[in-house]
T-cell receptor
Framework: AQSVTQLDSQVPVFEEAPVELRCNYS??????LFWYVQYPNQGLQLLLK??????LVKGINGFEAEFNKSQTSFHLRKPSVHISDTAEYFC??????????FGKGTRLHILP | KAGVTQTPRYLIKTRGQQVTLSCSPI?????VSWYQQTPGQGLQFLFE???????NKGNFPGRFSGRQFSNSRSEMNVSTLELGDSALYLC?????????????FGPGTRLTVL
């Protein structure tokens, strides 16, 4: 069965500093990987996705993620965060059973 | 193009009642999925519909059901409500039935069971 682990429930970071949100998954088959962002009182918005090809994926709002098959990781990074990046971030995996599994989420707190 | 809309946005019910939530997908999208979001369990997949057929189902009791109409609009129903059903229910639509298709989420319906 697939599972997704987001290692940090909360990450505080100073404005303009870099950030990495960690995500590990377990699956015995090929998967598609996603990062979503949820702003307060809103639904989820897709940041980026890995389907195949280049392991470095660029998304919206300056975010990028790297797929590492050997470490079964898909960490999200941004070189310089802004106060508007304050939100909850979800990693998700979708495998050949067609079900999408979400991680528990990581709350990103931007400190002034 | 209008996004995914969900109605109502907020709902308060009492235990034992039933509730119906509605989701209108983006125009042209034929796949609709439903998710339950709670602080304890996070985001959990409920079910997915494509062309009026349920394609996939999560691990929820039979009290949770859904359907999709010919215009792709979807409803989900929860019968005999329990306190633990209090959650944000999210609907997402996608163009087709492929795993790679991006899902677009609505703002959710917040259900409170008293």
């Amino acid at each position: 069965a697939q599972s997704v682990t987001q290692l940090d429930s909360q990450v505080p970071v100073f404005e303009e500093a870099p950030v990495e949100l960690r995500c590990n998954y377990s699956s015995s088959v090929s998967v598609y990987l996603f990062w979503y962002v949820q702003y307060p009182n809103q639904g989820l918005q897709l940041l980026l996705k890995y389907l195949s090809g280049s392991t470095l994926v660029k998304g919206i709002n300056g975010f990028e993620a790297e797929f590492n098959k050997s470490q079964t990781s898909f960490h999200l990074r941004k070189p310089s965060v802004h106060i508007s990046d304050t939100a909850e971030y979800f990693c998700a995996v979708r495998g050949e059973d067609d079900k999408i599994i979400f991680g528990k989420g990581t709350r990103l707190h931007i400190l002034p | 193009k209008a996004g995914v809309t969900q109605t109502p946005r907020y709902l308060i019910k009492t235990r034992g009642q039933q509730v119906t939530l509605s989701c209108s997908p983006i125009s042209g999208h034929r796949s609709v999925s439903w998710y339950q979001q709670t602080p304890g369990q996070g985001l959990q997949f409920l079910f997915e519909y494509f062309s009026e057929t349920q394609r996939n189902k999560g691990n929820f009791p039979g009290r949770f059901s859904g359907r999709q109409f010919s215009n792709s609009r979807s409803e989900m129903n929860v019968s005999t409500l329990e306190l633990g059903d209090s959650a944000l229910y999210l609907c997402a639509s996608s163009l087709g039935r492929y795993l790679r298709d991006e899902q677009f989420f609505g703002p959710g319906t917040r259900l409170t069971v008293l």
